[in-house]
Nanobody, 121 residues
């Protein structure tokens, strides 16, 4: 089992920045990809960004390109999401997720509890 704890959500004005963090504990040796998803009220959960274990290849949703940066520490147990130039439409609950080696790419096995990001106009 893997447990995920997220930090860093909050209220920010449009154009501002926030940095989310997520730390994994438990069976971390088998974690492959770490990612961020978000869910806005009344909308489906959507992919935000992900990063592989070494060499740490990132992927981003189109809306995050150029504004969001995902990074990961060397042991591979902590992932950050730096969000710049935030817009009101970025308001959502942001979830950290990880998968393990052997899981189909794009699927995630463990999820955090979520952290609220609110961007005011």
């Amino acid at each position: 089992q893997v447990q995920l704890v997220e930090f860093g959500g909050g209220l920010v004005q449009a154009g501002g920045s926030l940095k989310l963090s997520c730390t994994a504990s438990g069976r971390t040796f088998n974690i492959r990809d770490m990612g961020w998803f978000r869910q806005a009220p009344g909308k489906a959960r959507e992919f935000v960004a992900s990063i592989t274990k070494v060499p740490g290849i990132p992927s981003y949703a189109d809306f995050g390109q150029g504004r969001f940066t995902i990074s990961r520490d060397s042991p591979g147990n902590t992932v950050w999401l730096q969000m710049n130039s935030l817009k009101p439409e970025d308001t959502a609950i942001y979830y950290c997720a990880v998968n393990e080696y052997g899981a189909p790419h794009g699927t995630y096995d463990y999820w955090g509890q979520g952290t609220q990001v609110t961007v005011s106009s």
